[in-house]
């Protein structure tokens, strides 16, 4: 059974750092890009990060420069550092990866910046 599961989510004041965490479970992990979205309130999902099983990242224009995605594969663990965060970065987080070529999601994580 496939499981992604979130955490690390919380309120932090604008300018401040949160990790979340996603824990994989049920699919052979160093084998799948690994990629964390975001959803605000009225808006579409949207990718903020993604990790090949290489360790190949890309991310999202509006967060480069201040968030970090890395993985440990030993641990079946994606993570997604932030840094210098911004009330616009106030939004659901999720886990995200594609077996078969449909998308999982883990349950998301509320991250809160207050300004």
């Known amino acids: 059974q496939v499981q992604l599961v979130e955490s690390g989510g919380g309120l932090v004041q604008a300018g401040g750092s949160l990790r979340l965490s996603c824990a994989a479970s049920?699919?052979?992990?160093?084998?799948?890009?690994m990629g964390w979205y975001r959803q605000a309130p009225g808006k579409q999902r949207e990718l903020v990060a993604a990790i090949t099983g290489g360790g190949s990242t890309n991310y999202a224009d509006s967060v480069k420069g201040r968030f970090t995605i890395s993985r440990d594969n030993r641990k079946n663990t994606v993570y997604l550092q932030m840094n210098s965060l911004k009330p616009e970065d106030t939004a659901v987080y999720y886990c995200?990866?594609?077996?078969?070529?449909?998308?999982?999601w883990g349950q998301g994580t509320q991250v809160t910046v207050s300004s």
């Open positions: 049920g699919f052979i992990f160093i084998f799948n890009t």
């Open positions: 995200n990866t594609n077996l078969r070529d449909l998308p999982r």
